[in-house]
């Protein structure tokens, strides 16, 4: 046997060992005749004789010199024919391997963990202290505008005393040129303020917690499609929702993942088609795997790979935003240890399909329990 197996007489002492059990335990000859609660000190005889038998349970031989060694334990009691203990045979096999393996994946885990809890204090701190200076140039920025107003009252006063050209000139610096770049200023400040908006959410979701509660997904999308209405309605949007399925799941997550995904095929609609938004779910070996599907404008193939990433846009833009929908729809969909994906074809339409993980979903019909 490769198993260390000790074989013990009713009394508790040893009556017979393996090669693998000496080698194991660091014994040249058989430590026959020695008492088991040597190498066996986490268990005592009594207890092994009541329970009758264990299974793979983790335990922990001592070696001769002392040295700790962690097994997963089985034990079978041998009976004689009038009922009385015969003896006790253990098999050990050592896990020292595993037990190692499970000791540096806690510490990976402790220092992800630290890591990622480093980095959104740090993301945090950044985009906090980044709003001060942001705030300060919209300040001078918006006293500029009223300084260049006072400005433009004063040169139109002085306009007799100043040659022609000169005047035309100074003319399109304060009613033009300054103009524009303060406008430039303000609206870099907003995009950048927005950016950092985004950031310190996207951050904040690695921190919230998941609250699951029964979910009837058919009434949480008709809910977003009626928040949705004067959008859909005033682009003509026609918007199919399928069979779906009543989940206990976190609801606020799903009700994001869900409205971020229909609101983006609202806003990548085709020009010159009516839009058409199909909401479907099926049961898969992963669990509930949802669609949405769009006749949109499509994402081009060199483009999907990065539609999920932070600030990334694809294609020719004519909406606003920050390009940060789908990050978190995504950061979600993690949460709920699932997955998204798109398949996509320019000028057809895209499907982004998700799943939830099974820790996070129990469903009450269709089988999945």
Known sequence: MMDALIVVSPDGAIQQVNGAACAMLGYDDEPVGRPLKEVLPDCSLEELVNRGYLSDEERTLVARDGRKIPVALSISIIWNPDNSMRSLVCVAHDITGRKEWEAMQRRYNRE????????RGFVYTISHDLRTPLVNIRGFAGELVDNLKELAAVLE??????????GVRMAEIVRSEVPEALHFITDSVRKMDGMLSSVLRLSHLGQRKMTVEPVNVSELVNGIRARLGKTIDGAEVEVIIGDLPDLETDRAALEEIMGGLLDNAVKYRAPGRRARIEVSAENSDEGWLFHVRDNGIGISEEDIGKIFDPFRRAGQQESTGEGMGLAYVRALVKQCHGRIWCSSEVGTGST?????????????WGGRV
């Open 352 to 364: 982004f399909s998700f799943t939830i993980g099974e820790e996070w979903l129990t469903t009450a």
């Open 157 to 166: 006063e002085a306009m007799p005393h100043v040659g022609e050209a000169a």
């Open 112 to 119: 992800l963990k630290d890591s990622n809890d480093e980095l």
